[in-house]
T-cell receptor, first 108, second 112 residues
Framework: AQRVTQPEKLLSVFKGAPVELKCNYS??????LFWYVQYSRQRLQLLLR??SRESIKGFTADLNKGETSFHLKKPFAQEEDSAMYYC??????????FGTGTSLTVIP | KAGVTQTPRYLIKTRGQQVTLSCSPI?????VSWYQQTPGQGLQFLFE???????NKGNFPGRFSGRQFSNSRSEMNVSTLELGDSALYLC???????????FGPGTRLLVL
């Protein structure tokens, strides 16, 4: 069975501090991992995907197959980063599995 | 390009009734996926349609069904509503299914 776990429901950090949102997955094949973000009163949108290996809005995420993790990191949090973050896995059958989300609050 | 639209935005129904939700994808997108979002379970995949065919299905009872029309618009139907069906229902579209998904604003369903 495929499953995505985000252990933190709520996370608060001060502006300028580093932030890490944790995501662990279980999947027997080669997964494709994503981070989605939902800002207040906006739609859910893609933040980044592991195959792109890019940095979006200062966020990066590295797929660690050994630890089956895909943690989202940013060295210096900004107030506009406050949002709901979802980790997601797409299996080889093109089906998505989402974590339950982490609500990030950046304290000014 | 207009984004994904969903109608209606809000809906109140009573137990036992049925409901139909509609999703219009971004022009040119042929894949439409549906999700149920609840505070306790997060986003759960319902099904995906591509070229009028259901291509993937999540772990939901048969009361949840859908279809896709030739213009890629999709509808989702829930029959014999239960209190636990109260949720935000999101649809997402993509070109063929393997690319970035674009989400709609959702339909918030309340079952009384």
């Amino acid at each position: 069975a495929q499953r995505v776990t985000q252990p933190e429901k709520l996370l608060s950090v001060f502006k300028g501090a580093p932030v890490e949102l944790k995501c662990n997955y279980s999947y027997s094949g080669s997964p494709e991992l994503f981070w989605y973000v939902q800002y207040s009163r906006q739609r859910l949108q893609l933040l980044l995907r592991h195959i792109s290996r890019e940095s979006i809005k200062g966020f990066t995420a590295d797929l660690n197959k050994g630890e089956t993790s895909f943690h989202l990191k940013k060295p210096f949090a900004q107030e506009e980063d406050s949002a709901m973050y979802y980790c997601a896995l797409r299996d080889t059958g093109n089906q998505f599995y989402f974590g339950t989300g982490t609500s990030l609050t950046v304290i000014p | 390009k207009a984004g994904v639209t969903q109608t209606p935005r809000y809906l109140i129904k009573t137990r036992g009734q049925q409901v139909t939700l509609s999703c219009s994808p971004i022009s040119g997108h042929r894949s439409v996926s549906w999700y149920q979002q609840t505070p306790g379970q997060g986003l759960q995949f319902l099904f995906e349609y591509f070229s009028e065919t259901q291509r993937n299905k999540g772990n939901f009872p048969g009361r949840f069904s859908g279809r896709q029309f030739s213009n890629s618009r999709s509808e989702m139907n829930v029959s014999t509503l239960e209190l636990g069906d109260s949720a935000l229902y999101l649809c997402a579209s993509s070109l063929q299914g393997a690319e970035t998904q674009y989400f709609g604003p959702g339909t918030r369903l309340l079952v009384l």
